[in-house]
């Protein structure tokens, strides 16, 4: 029988069945499901409360948060429709306030203190939390939600245009935070998140600060919206990195290490290393000689690094900051008085790194004296690999008669001992 003939068995079930088999799926497969199907899609489709007050929209989260009934959805009215909550299998939910539009926009803090208490266990069945467009009216409730969820795994927070600061403090099950697009957001503040491993941010620069967070392996903190209006802090830029100092992977953009160095920051000097870190990766919105030699200068507080990923990222709407070199030149690196070649006979030697992708780069002088500097610096590198297609390596020029002619030679700018040998990424090298 074709795959087109045959019957939809599962679709002709009665409402209660496949509900109790959308149940125990999770809330993105439900999604997934109910796209394939009208039956299914049905029974996504919410159920409407009317609530008489914003201590009431307290009452009836914290209701679903105790409840094991699986998949269920709302919308919450007060007034008018503001709320969609979505309760998903194996503690999942969502709360998106998009639907309420607030004019003027105004600034409120997102407060999180979980005490424990023997009196009082918790009967939240909440690990996976999703906040969306929170907004002034429920900021305080949503706080006091999040307060009472000390089982909370995962927190996810986007899309809130007034939230101006987020302090949590004493969350023991937190192992996962991602906090995106808001866009006026000036500290994120964690304090003994013992057991904390991820942290993703995505926006403009925002302050961040971390006390008794042991255990952080990742960090992802992608700037690409800028300094989003506000001037640049040299402090608060060091501060932040030393307090991401002992994780093994980070995530940063080219901006925010090129600032440092135009400030006047000698890397090679700070009392802090990343003396763990084993995987970087750095998101450029443009490649420039500046931007090079900076980066060559930060890699000298990175000792361990195993993997670098260089993406440029100009069509996907990264900020392009530019900053003025200090009038104070004797502090800055030396790549600002010194040419190329005395600053890659200076740059650190990575003796651990063995990988480097890069990706978005269309090998121009700035972008292949790049590559050049990145082959000295790995005295171990094994590979190699440009936009996931090709694998370079250095050629002296005494064997260039011996490669092949399907390979692609550039001659390397500042050198003359050898050229790039630019390759399918089948061959091994």
């Not at 909550?85 to 407060?111: A, M, R, W, Y």
């Not at 420039?288 to 990222?313: N, V, Y």
Request: net charge negative; aromatic share 6%; glycine share 4%.
């Amino acid at each position: 029988m074709l795959m087109a003939e045959k019957a939809d068995l599962i679709s002709r079930l009665p409402n209660e069945i496949l509900h109790h088999i959308m149940s125990r799926v999770s809330l993105k497969q439900a999604v997934q499901i109910s796209t394939l199907s009208t039956s299914w899609r049905s029974l996504m489709s919410p159920s409407r409360l009317s609530l008489s007050s914003k201590q009431e929209l307290k009452q009836i989260i914290q209701s679903l948060s105790e409840s094991a009934a699986g998949f269920q959805t709302f919308t919450l009215h007060l007034n008018a429709s503001f709320a969609v909550c979505t309760l998903g299998v194996n503690g999942e939910l969502h709360l998106d306030f998009s639907q309420h539009k607030q004019h003027p926009l105004s600034l409120f803090d997102l407060i999180v203190k979980q005490t424990s208490s023997l009196s009082r266990p918790t009967l939240s069945l909440i690990k996976t939390l999703h906040l969306r467009s929170i907004s002034c009216l429920v900021g305080e409730a949503v706080s006091d939600l999040c307060s009472s969820w000390s089982s909370i795994e995962s927190l996810k927070i986007e899309k809130c245009s007034g939230l101006q600061s987020i302090e949590i403090e004493s969350s023991e099950c937190l192992k996962n935070l991602e906090i995106s697009d808001c866009p006026n957001i000036a500290r994120i503040v964690l304090v003994s998140a013992h057991n904390l491993n991820s942290l993703s941010y995505k926006g403009a620069f925002t302050l961040v600060q971390l006390l008794n967070v042991p255990n952080l392996v990742r960090a992802a903190l992608d700037f690409r919206d800028g300094l989003g209006g506000n001037e640049f802090n040299c402090e608060d830029s060091l501060s932040l990195l030393s307090c991401v100092k002992d994780i093994e992977s980070l995530q940063l953009n080219s901006w925010l290490i090129e600032a440092l160095c135009c400030a006047g920051v000698i890397f090679s000097k700070l009392d802090f290393q990343f003396s763990r870190l084993k995987d970087l990766k750095v998101m450029c919105s443009q490649i420039s000689g500046k931007t090079r030699d900076s980066f060559s200068c930060f890699l000298h507080i990175t000792p361990a690094l195993e993997e670098l990923q260089l993406i440029r990222m100009e069509d996907e709407g990264l900020s392009c900051v530019e900053f003025p070199w200090s009038q104070h030149q004797s502090w800055h690196e030396p790549h600002l008085w010194k040419d190329y070649a005395t600053v890659k006979d200076e740059a650190c030697r990575l003796k651990d790194m063995k990988k480097v992708k890069m990706k978005g780069f269309s090998m121009e002088r700035d972008e292949l004296l790049w590559v050049d500097l990145l082959l000295h610096n790995g005295i171990n590198l094994r590979e190699m690999i440009v936009d996931d297609l090709w694998r370079v390596a250095r050629v002296p020029y005494t064997q260039l008669n011996c490669i092949k002619p399907q390979y692609l030679i550039i001659p390397c700018p500042h050198s003359h001992s050898y050229s790039l040998l630019i390759a399918d990424s089948t061959p091994k090298f």
